[in-house]
């Protein structure tokens, strides 16, 4: 009698490419076939890749990172079918726990090349950079930022359903506009990144004419849109849950992009502590709930346990969208949020750490970004708050100058 | 024996309009007079008028927020002389308590109509609208906004020291900057208010050549700069402390606008729950602290009381930077947010609330809004959250059909 | 229009004796006349004195706890009625808020001579000590106890109903039957106060006939009982709920005995911050609770508000049911209680407190005091834990001998 | 490059006895051989058994938990030495991680029969209960309490360091001491287990002549000691650190009775949810640290990572010194907190639960017990708190008939 053990919806093989295997894709589209199904109710496993497939290595040179090959990227594992899911429904996904794998106690953060992707930080740090972070049970510490340990959020970067085809042609239309639009005023931003059928993968189960399709239309991963996908909310952790359109029958669900903990924004682009391990889930279906929820976006319930620093433990910087040149811009969140950042930056380096490392820092640690006011013409302000509980040393405000401490430095490029 | 009661450095009367009084002002300037001196290490009071100065009423209609005159606003206590606080210190300022008066135990939350000013969701609610808020004991309820009651995370939405005159200068020309790009290109929006000498007050101490030089020259009151000023910072309550850069000697702190509660944001312009009160303050220097600290604007620690909800009580809706038309907008935060808040009207509109009653209440209540992730091109992912338990339904999401209640109705404009 | 102000249902006047006022008493008994009534729904304020009706003075002696008059004590007011409640209901009070009176802006801790009253660490400490604390805003600090400042949880130390002459009766039964049975074995120990009529009072509206019955029956004040009384719960505070049972039409709410703070268990008798002030009230009835709820004794919801600190900042000291003789005990939670709070002063003279300061501030800071484990024969397991954020310095076990700092110290008796 | 993997320092083999095994023992002893040695800072794994070394079944009967055989419990793994480590020195051991194994899933809660052992209701729950608990990530649910589910404040029930000879005289002195006494006065109650040769574990490595001391002499594993052992703090869970004194040459750490979630007070004596699992360490030493913070227990701070309910989501209840019988007690703790309990219970009854049901809920649950005050002749105070999201209906107190659910059934015995 008792309880069955807990099935695995989804095995990965780490002794083989993640793009020869089952239950591993790489873009968004309905004709991907479910590589498990799952009832209602059911608790199971989906083991993943980190976001790379293995790209990154545990070591002290970031070439890994400056030499990603992106087009591959996010290895997501699924899609997994619910039964029972239609057009319409909601579905909620309990997530139910997450754990890195037992022989695999660490991940990384990276800041890649500016030209690979933006970060909010690129005009100052333009150069591939890594911090390797070892796991002590539920803590992260790293060689490459001294000083510092905190327990992981831990969350899936991405979450997702699959999308519809007309949802999807939307997504391809209105991003191929502003990349167009871009083009056309021959702006050096990469704003989008569109279906490209270099790198696709699709599982090992479809059928060449669908994978055709799939190639040519599939789109990235690397926005969240309106069926969830690489959100990156770091509070979608242990006992969340995640309700999420449905636009397909049986959902489809996908996962991956696991994170041991994330600061908010994920300012550098390979900003979290990214990993592999695995994730355990239980689904629901709440019948017509979209309609009923008037929902366009997923909603999400934050799960009940967290590190819990007590609040005047936060350490706040302010931003205002004023630029680093002393510029006056209106109401911009997101220039308020890099001066916030930068400030945090300069005052960290005070005790002895670079810029780089706080960089780093801030993308992984659990800091706190909020929007703090939004209308008070020409400023908005938002501020970020990082848990003095995280250091071993003292980081209050304090009169005196500070000492600073070797803080050793993280990893950089190694090669040309 | 024993210590003395607490002093009240300035004290407000309600019988004169608050520009007839000694210890009021509306704009930053150094050449506005100290209106008190206080000591480090001194507890203190000030007294606070509403930021309106009076000009809203407790009852149905919102006819005073319409007729709002802004010239005035905001009105603010101060400056408050710190003996020994140099240019280039650091000035602590420590939020021991705030209180509406006893006898005026209510606030409200106003949308200005569009043409006052700009709030986040004004191409949907561009007419003035009220709630008027009554206080029992810590908690906020409103007739306007029926089965919903919380405490108040109390907090002085402007608390800022005065600038330097190369400061203020270097205000004066980005805003104008902005303020003149906008004229050339015709654009309709309003995006910065420039000193303007109707409707001036500077306290009624100052000698009438300085007033003309303040009535000229001074800052406006509505955003946030790098003293601090208008943060609209939610948290910046009980027990906090902020740390102001000083610019001149005795730093000159005002105060004013406070508020009862603000969401994150703060989304419509007199957003939070506005009231008349008691703010208590200690203040300490940290010399040279701008420098050591690497500071350009304020930092701030939060206080250790707040309202917690556990975190898996916050029901969180997403948005991207995709607007309401269906274009796609590049890591636009704002946009972002505004989705999120659009997403979460709509939710609640199914329980029977119209929207504008959400709108009011999104402003006012303690909602969390963060920055989820601002590197996922093209769509930035904000959150908001709200509590759960500041209702007396159940508002989780749940499979049949939402049965409405009756609502009542907010207050709206009675004449034209 | 708008709402009236906040009625105060019962005024205290300082220039007077409490025992000459309406409203003020310090016995439980049916037939003490209401000194006010509320209607459910109806917000109210309700002035106390201090328990000792002011005996205490803001001063740096003990003397005057050393020759407190216990048997006024403690100075109630109320009883307050509430229309249409009903024996066999539940009476819901509401505690909106309380505040101290703005220019009593102090509190203090005692210590009590060992032969007026118990206290737990009465062997070690036998004599009358005092602290003073000082109210700035929402925190305390003491000249008496130094480098330590926490906000209050502020609370009523006393909130009950009127007991109904049946459940009087019970009560004086059983407390006189373990007070004759330790007068018979000739304890030396004081295990319960019974009805005197010296020192009775029952408000001034009360007619002799009356007076005679509440002074000679009444019910003492300091034990809590089935109708709540002085239950000493630390957090039912700001926007707690008390779940009451009523025994009279009426109900005859009574409350006093405010503490600023208190900690867990109020280890010396005279152990919270005990202070003057108002309390904001709201009450509803829930008919037929008792029944329907199978209540015997109070219910409560802790209030929404409160200081946070993280969980790992709680330094936390075990005791055993062993004593300090190292006898062993079966289960003794209270000797388990009593080892772990002399742990915590040995720990902190380290720093260079005295035991008294540090009992004395165990009495008032916001400790938490836990029943871990109650069935490990033949030891119970009790924790305490105290915030280390409430000292201005590093109280974490480290490395290295302590460098004790200079503490002052608490007031003593100064006469014989 | 790279970290290696973690190091498991006792592993065990399910498909052996326990008592075959190195590195399990069931007696506090100096003789009983170290099982593996680590270094300070080195992370490391500690598999263990649940406390009953595997006696109890995933089935719906409670014949297992009747029979159970207790002179073996409990089964811990170690001792582990840990370098450099002294009489006199202060084992720091950080809890990193605890996790049940992957394919055990579940764990039980149990109240064992009257005769085996005290539990704090046993006069009412005379005989063996048991309820099987099913672990969907972090989050426990059980068939045998429906409409209950809680994330687990995993922790360990035990971890002590071995004491030396000196100190286990000391301990069999006093046992035996309150054992003969009651032994004397005829008492029926069981108040201490002394050491039984029978029954007795040491590991396989240990000689036979040292094996005989150890049965002769060993310390019994139920009560907690001065070197920890079996305190049951429910919040010694993840990222806690504990300070150990230690007694014998490299410490001797043992840790056992793996808890996925407890209640304050651990009222059935096998009432935690037990479980086999993996502990995850790390040591540091804190040199002569017993003499520096004047220890005699162990002290503890809590990990920063819980399930967070808003402190108005927990309902309480309260009980005094008066017993079942009306009868009086003097600040007895121990039967102020059985009322307490036995409050919440027919509170709970109400809804449909089993009186059973809930004895086992309340033992597993994450409640909090405090004691509220200590000192209010002759009534102690205590409460006892329960977080109302662990239920997936409304708990709170309204008004109306509550309408009972059906809610099954806990297991009983079956076979006489």
């Given at each position: 009698?008792?309880?069955?053990?807990?099935?695995?919806?989804?095995?990965?093989?780490?002794?083989?490419?993640?793009?020869?295997?089952?239950?591993?894709?790489?873009?968004?589209?309905?004709?991907?076939?479910?590589?498990?199904?799952?009832?209602?109710?059911?608790?199971?496993?989906?083991?993943?890749?980190?976001?790379?497939?293995?790209?990154?290595?545990?070591?002290?040179?970031?070439?890994?990172?400056?030499?990603?090959?992106?087009?591959?990227?996010?290895?997501?594992?699924?899609?997994?079918?619910?039964?029972?899911?239609?057009?319409?429904?909601?579905?909620?996904?309990?997530?139910?726990?997450?754990?890195?794998?037992?022989?695999?106690?660490?991940?990384?953060?990276?800041?890649?090349?500016?030209?690979?992707?933006p970060s909010l930080l690129d005009a100052y740090y333009?150069?591939?950079?890594?911090?390797?972070?070892?796991?002590?049970?539920?803590?992260?510490?790293?060689?490459?930022?001294?000083?510092?340990?905190?327990?992981?959020?831990?969350?899936?970067?991405?979450?997702?359903?699959?999308?519809?085809?007309?949802?999807?042609?939307?997504?391809?239309?209105?991003?191929?506009?502003i990349?167009?639009?871009?083009?056309?005023?021959?702006s050096?931003l990469?704003v989008?990144?569109?279906?490209?059928?270099?790198?696709?993968?699709?599982?090992?189960?479809?059928?060449?004419?669908?994978?055709?399709?799939?190639?040519?239309?599939?789109?990235?991963?690397?926005p969240p849109?309106?069926?969830?996908?690489?959100a990156d909310i770091k509070n979608?952790?242990?006992?969340?849950?995640?309700?999420?359109?449905?636009?397909?029958?049986?959902?489809?669900?996908?996962?991956?992009?696991?994170?041991?903990?994330q600061g908010d924004g994920e300012i550098s682009f390979?900003g979290?502590?990214?990993?592999?391990?695995?994730?355990?889930?239980?689904?629901?279906?709440?019948?017509?709930?979209?309609?009923?929820?008037?929902?366009?976006t997923?909603?999400?319930?934050?799960?009940?346990?967290?590190?819990?620093?007590?609040p005047?433990?936060y350490l706040t910087f302010e931003g205002i969208s004023v630029d680093e040149n002393g510029k006056q811009h209106f109401l911009d969140v997101h220039i308020a949020f890099r001066q916030a950042c930068l400030q945090l930056i300069e005052y960290f380096?005070?005790?002895?750490?670079?810029?780089?490392?706080i960089y780093?820092?801030l993308s992984?640690a659990p800091v706190q970004a909020h929007i703090a006011s939004i209308v008070d013409i020409p400023n908005s302000c938002t501020t970020i708050g990082i848990?003095?509980?995280?250091?071993?040393?003292?980081?209050?405000?304090?009169?005196?100058?500070?000492?600073?401490?070797?803080?050793?430095?993280?990893?950089?490029?190694?090669?040309?």
């Amino acid at each position: 009698m008792g309880k069955e053990a807990i099935k695995t919806a989804i095995k990965i093989d780490f002794d083989k490419k993640p793009w020869e295997q089952a239950g591993i894709h790489n873009r968004w589209h309905p004709d991907i076939p479910f590589a498990a199904t799952v009832k209602p109710g059911e608790v199971f496993h989906i083991q993943c890749f980190d976001w790379t497939g293995g790209q990154v290595a545990n070591d002290d040179s970031a070439d890994d990172i400056r030499n990603l090959d992106l087009n591959g990227c996010h290895f997501l594992s699924g899609p997994v079918g619910v039964d029972g899911a239609e057009p319409g429904d909601v579905l909620v996904v309990e997530i139910q726990d997450i754990q890195p794998f037992a022989d695999k106690p660490w991940g990384y953060t990276g800041v890649l090349d500016k030209e690979a992707g933006p970060s909010l930080l690129d005009a100052y740090y333009p150069e591939a950079i890594k911090a390797i972070w070892d796991f002590e049970g539920i803590f992260a510490t790293s060689r490459h930022i001294p000083h510092v340990k905190f327990p992981g959020l831990i969350h899936p970067g991405i979450l997702g359903t699959m999308p519809s085809a007309e949802l999807l042609a939307k997504w391809n239309i209105r991003e191929k506009d502003i990349h167009d639009h871009h083009v056309e005023i021959h702006s050096p931003l990469m704003v989008a990144r569109l279906p490209q059928e270099n790198g696709t993968y699709a599982g090992n189960s479809i059928d060449p004419e669908k994978f055709a399709k799939v190639a040519k239309e599939g789109a990235r991963t690397i926005p969240p849109r309106e069926h969830g996908g690489n959100a990156d909310i770091k509070n979608l952790s242990r006992g969340s849950k995640a309700y999420l359109p449905v636009f397909v029958n049986g959902a489809g669900l996908s996962v991956g992009d696991l994170h041991f903990s994330q600061g908010d924004g994920e300012i550098s682009f390979c900003g979290a502590i990214e990993m592999a391990g695995v994730i355990t889930l239980k689904c629901s279906i709440i019948k017509n709930g979209v309609k009923d929820f008037a929902m366009n976006t997923p909603m999400f319930l934050p799960g009940p346990v967290e590190a819990h620093y007590g609040p005047s433990r936060y350490l706040t910087f302010e931003g205002i969208s004023v630029d680093e040149n002393g510029k006056q811009h209106f109401l911009d969140v997101h220039i308020a949020f890099r001066q916030a950042c930068l400030q945090l930056i300069e005052y960290f380096k005070q005790f002895g750490y670079s810029g780089e490392q706080i960089y780093l820092l801030l993308s992984s640690a659990p800091v706190q970004a909020h929007i703090a006011s939004i209308v008070d013409i020409p400023n908005s302000c938002t501020t970020i708050g990082i848990p003095a509980d995280i250091f071993d040393f003292d980081i209050m405000p304090r009169e005196g100058k500070i000492e600073p401490m070797d803080m050793g430095s993280c990893a950089y490029t190694t090669t040309k």
